[in-house]
């Protein structure tokens, strides 16, 4: 477990939802990934994100789907993509990534709270 942190510290970290709106593969990546846009709505629009998923999902599946992402860390270029937002997930037991998702639908651009 990491440092106890603030409720201001929190905050600071701006997680929204966003439903993915394209999903391809990265071949170009150093490991398998899929590079994807996800709508966020109006305040914040359209971003690209590469993911390291492929154990649990193809292109095909995850249009459509709701994500959680962090929308406010600096752009960082993953081979020829620049990633704008850090799609997240958890480690199963293989170590292989399972998206963080909502189990209802909500906007896209919703803060987590």
Do not use: C, W
Request: glycine content about 8%; charged content about 25%; cysteine-free.
């Amino acid at each position: 477990m990491n440092a106890e942190i603030t409720f201001d510290d929190f905050m600071k970290v701006d997680i929204r939802i966003g439903t993915i709106i394209s999903a391809e593969p990265f071949p170009e990546a150093r490991k398998p990934a899929i590079k994807m846009r996800i709508d966020f709505g109006g305040e914040i629009g359209e971003k690209k994100s590469s993911a390291q998923i492929t154990a649990h999902y193809t292109p095909e599946e995850l249009v459509g789907r709701q994500v959680m992402a962090v929308v406010n860390f600096p752009p960082r270029q993953i081979g020829p993509v620049m990633s704008e937002v850090l799609t997240l997930g958890y480690e199963d037991e293989s170590g292989a990534i399972v998206l963080a998702a909502v189990d209802k639908p909500v906007s896209n651009g919703a803060r987590l709270m």
